[in-house]
Nanobody
Framework: VQLQASGGGLVQAGGSLRLSCTFDGRTFSGYQTGWFRQAPGKEREFVAAVSWSGGLTIYADSLKGRFTISRDNAKNTMYLQMNSLKPEDSAVYYC??????????????????WGKGTLVTVSS
């Protein structure tokens, strides 16, 4: 099972980063995908999710307006565009996949597959 996140790095506050998550298109056909993040000493928290078609998205309330999730099934890739970054956005960002779409934000324990994370560090 392959989900691979990339694109993390060090950025100054106010800057932008775009994370990518590549996935095996055959394995994950029909799966929804999303991003979670985990800061040191904190629980893993939901960031955003996108439906298999890309037509539906859902965000953590606190991140709406700054983060944008999308996916391109032709490239088997999901993206997370992060703008106006703040030091509190620093975390390891994980991509994940799940089958059942919901109108409520998915929970980490409900994910079917996880990729390895990519570290985002925002300096003040």
């Amino acid at each position: 099972v392959q989900l691979q996140a990339s694109g993390g790095g060090l950025v100054q506050a106010g800057g932008s980063l775009r994370l990518s998550c590549t996935f095996d298109g055959r394995t994950f056909s029909g799966y929804q995908t999303g991003w979670f993040r985990q800061a040191p000493g904190k629980e893993r928290e939901f960031v955003a999710a996108v439906s298999w078609s890309g037509g539906l998205t859902i965000y953590a309330d606190s991140l709406k307006g700054r983060f944008t999730i999308s996916r391109d099934n032709a490239k088997n890739t999901m993206y997370l565009q992060m703008n106006s970054l703040k030091p509190e956005d620093s975390a390891v960002y994980y991509c994940a996949s799940f089958l059942r779409w919901s109108i409520t934000p998915p929970q980490a324990h409900g994910m079917d597959y996880w990729g390895k994370g990519t570290l985002v560090t925002v300096s003040s």
